[in-house]
């Protein structure tokens, strides 16, 4: 079945400590976002890649970084993770020319001691 | 005043219940709209989009939207445990690359 993928499911690490979280799809869908979601709290736009064109939110933390090498693989990369960043980070695709809507991975949920 | 209003909840409601869950919205530009289902711990999967005004059945879902009032609903009859999750709605222009605005979401739980 085409789908988004993300790993690890669950991942810790250290405060300040580098960590970088993988999504890959088999959709070929040419939009890739990553999202941020904390309890309770709507998911949150960090970036996102139409085709090779990174476009960041405004608000996004320059701790935040993202790379798409090829259309089915994206990674964020969280340079200095602090204790406000645990959250669920999730990955999702979509058609450009569509409007119904975006695909999800399962989310990658970090935790940050 | 955020772009997308959402009633947090917590919804509980029996075992075959009829559930209405709402978005409110200010942006007159939007014209897709989507409801996602999360469960504790998942992605949201797409469950209904629409686009513009109007209803849209699916089995025991129906979405409506109303643009003249920025409100939009989905209506879940004949509800199981299994609909326990977290609601989101969502919405976006359209034309070309639009950016999804979402609703903080609404925690249904069906209780057998």
């Known amino acids: 079945d085409a789908m988004v993928i993300q790993n690890p499911r669950y991942q810790v690490t250290q405060f300040g400590k580098p960590v970088t979280l993988s999504c890959s799809q088999t959709?070929?869908?040419?939009?890739m976002y990553w999202y941020q979601q904390k309890s309770s709290q709507a998911p949150k736009l960090l970036f996102h890649?139409?085709?090779?064109?990174?476009?960041n939110e405004a608000d996004t933390p320059d701790n935040f970084q993202s790379r798409r090498p090829n259309t089915s693989f994206c990674f964020l990369d969280i340079r200095s993770p602090g204790l406000g960043d645990a959250a669920m980070y999730l990955c999702?695709?979509?058609?450009?020319?569509?409007?119904?809507?975006?695909?999800f991975g399962s989310g990658t949920r970090l935790t940050v001691v | 005043q955020k772009e997308v209003e959402q009633d947090p909840g917590p919804l509980s409601v029996p075992e075959g219940a009829i559930v209405s869950l709402n978005c409110t919205y200010s942006?007159?530009?939007?014209?897709?709209f989507m409801w996602y289902r999360q469960y504790s711990r998942k992605g949201p999967e797409l469950l209904m989009y629409?686009?513009?005004?109007g209803n849209k059945e699916d089995g025991r879902f129906t979405a409506q939207v109303d643009k003249s009032s920025k409100y939009i609903s989905l209506f879940i009859r004949d509800s199981q445990p299994s609909d326990s999750a977290t609601y989101l709605c969502?919405?976006?222009?359209?034309?070309?690359?639009?950016?999804?605005?979402f609703g903080t979401g609404t925690k249904l739980q069906v209780i057998p």
């Open positions: 942006n007159s530009a939007f014209q897709y």
């Open positions: 969502a919405m976006s222009g359209s034309g070309g690359y639009q950016k999804v605005t």
């Open positions: 890649y139409y085709d090779k064109d990174f476009n």
């Open positions: 959709l070929n869908h040419n939009v």
């Open positions: 629409t686009y513009s005004s």
């Open positions: 999702a695709t979509s058609r450009v020319d569509r409007g119904d809507g975006y695909t």
